[in-house]
């Protein structure tokens, strides 16, 4: 039992703190109050609230919070959240943090929430939490949509037996290696040729414009954080009939990434104009929306829609040039952007379905859940659960932040892990280390109600960035990978 004294009185904080961060600030508190500014201690506490690693009650945190804050006054020409708001469906709520949940308490008292719901592979994001599914009025909201627009899963399946997977490892492993690029700012110096980048909205808008020069070079490009390319086996036991494809095991090649440069700078410029059209209370600040009647919400839409169409050019150049090295075309290809805002019916209503680090589980819907670099993932196929937004997990999510990761995880223990499941890793460091993953099993466990399984996917040859923090970096969250 650890014991917390703020402005005299005495708080108990029962079973913790374990986590880095938690213990940081809770010796700052301890140590420093007297002598700190009221406002850092809030910046302090905001940040614990908002960390993966937040282990601290949230009891205990809205006592100091009191103990800090005077009662938020609204200030003028605010607009004011609903007080109860729209009831949301959580589904896994074991697996879920704090302070994801609060965040979408937040977003269901917007006034334009329709609908709501929270997947089982939740966790902290800007504004809307990562696995949060928002249905709005006319309403648009960037940061519902993510930083990164458009990011999406994307599985070629071939017909080759996976035993080559085994014995031409050198060979699968060079391809991937030849056809990507890694790195937060990667480009090529010889820009790729797709449709895409003829767009004309991309000589329409001034802001797209000046992006369209960076964006070429950056097609085909994966970016970093856990974007990955890797080929697995792709186990098919019953034939459905949607998916199409035979039982038995083939060759699968799996990117995920988004829309690069592009789509943040997209994002980041049309939430700072939502956030100046729409003064809301702090906590909501981030879920700005445009509406869609508004010249800048039809803007946006637009620009967003050609994120996400480049976001799948860019898994298009990379699976193509495979294909190529190859020599044959995939027999079947599913994939789906799990970042992104949809115009979709919702129980009879005609409504905008924000899915941020969600995937779309519309009846016979296919789409891609992976688990880790370890762990087998899933093709899955909607069952159109209106209680889910129609809407399932989009991964295992993370289980600890980058910088936990970085100095609970060894070096050895991942190379035991990748030992044990036969994965080669080309790039890739402690902070995707497949620990730092939830179970994916659990996960699924959470949502059989939203989506059925047609086939599964196992990683042996995984391409990624390098560490996205060395050890003795500062943290570092990447938001909306
Ligand atoms: N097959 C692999 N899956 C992975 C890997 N690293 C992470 N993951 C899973 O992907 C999702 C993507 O989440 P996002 O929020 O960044 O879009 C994540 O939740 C993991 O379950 C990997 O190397 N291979
Ligand atoms: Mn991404
Ligand atoms: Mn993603």
């Not at 014991?3 to 420093?32: D, F, T």
């Not at 809030?42 to 937040?54: F, G, R, W």
């Not at 797209?208 to 954080?225: D, I």
């Not at 659990?442 to 059989?448: E, I, K, N």
């Amino acid at each position: 039992m650890s014991k917390l004294k703020i402005a005299g009185k005495e708080l108990r904080a029962i079973g913790y703190p374990e986590g880095p961060v938690i213990s940081i600030a809770m010796n700052i508190i301890q140590k420093q109050y007297k002598h700190t500014a009221k406002e850092e201690v809030m910046e302090l506490l905001k940040a614990v609230l908002a960390s993966p690693a937040n282990y601290l009650d949230d009891a205990v945190l809205a006592l100091i919070a009191k103990q800090l804050m005077p009662e938020e006054k609204e200030s003028e020409g605010e607009l004011s959240l609903n007080q109860n708001g729209i009831q949301f469906n959580v589904f896994g709520s074991e697996h879920i943090e704090q302070s994801a949940m609060h965040q979408m308490y937040t977003a269901a008292k917007l006034p334009v929430a329709v609908a709501g719901a929270l997947m089982p592979d939740a966790h902290h994001g800007y504004g809307l939490p990562i696995g949060g599914v928002l249905a709005t009025e006319n309403a648009v909201i960037p940061y519902g949509v993510g930083v990164d627009i458009g990011c999406r899963m994307c599985l070629s399946i071939y017909d080759i037996d996976p035993k080559e997977l085994v014995q031409r490892e050198a060979f699968f492993a060079r391809e991937i290696g030849e056809a990507t690029l890694f790195g937060s700012g990667a480009q090529f110096k010889q820009s790729e040729e797709h449709e895409v980048m003829d767009n004309e909205l991309f000589f329409e808008l001034p802001l797209l414009k000046n992006l369209h020069g960076r964006a070429w070079k950056q097609l085909g490009t994966s970016g970093s954080g856990n974007h990955f390319v890797e080929f697995g086996v792709v186990e098919i036991a019953e034939k459905d009939e949607v998916l199409g494809v035979e039982p038995g095991k083939y060759v699968g090649l799996l990117s995920h990434s988004g829309s690069r440069a592009l789509g943040a700078n997209i994002a980041n410029h049309y939430t700072k104009i939502a956030i100046s059209k729409r003064r809301l209370p702090q906590d909501a600040k981030n879920l700005a929306w445009l509406d869609l009647n508004e010249e800048e919400g039809m803007e946006y839409w637009l620009a967003m829609n050609l994120a996400g169409e480049y976001a799948s050019a860019c898994h298009h150049v990379i699976h193509n040039k495979i294909a190529k090295q190859l020599g044959r075309r995939p027999m079947k290809m599913v994939e789906n952007h799990h970042n992104f805002a949809w115009k979709e019916k919702w129980e009879g209503r005609e409504v905008i379905v924000h899915r941020k680090g969600a995937t779309p589980a519309g009846k016979d819907v296919l789409g891609i859940i992976p688990g880790s670099m370890t762990a087998t993932g899933f093709i899955v196929k909607g069952k159109g659960e209106s209680a889910s937004v129609n809407s399932a997990s989009h991964g295992a999510g993370r289980l600890m932040s980058r910088s936990r990761a970085m100095q609970s995880i060894t070096h050895n223990a991942l190379k035991d892990e990748l030992k044990k499941h036969g994965v080669k890793l080309m790039g890739g460091g402690l902070d995707e280390a497949p620990f730092a993953y939830k179970d994916i099993e659990l996960v699924m466990q959470s949502q059989q109600s939203l989506v059925d399984v047609v086939g599964k996917f196992t990683p042996k040859i995984v391409k990624m960035d390098g560490p996205s923090i060395k050890p003795w970096q500062k943290s570092r969250e990447v938001e909306g990978e």
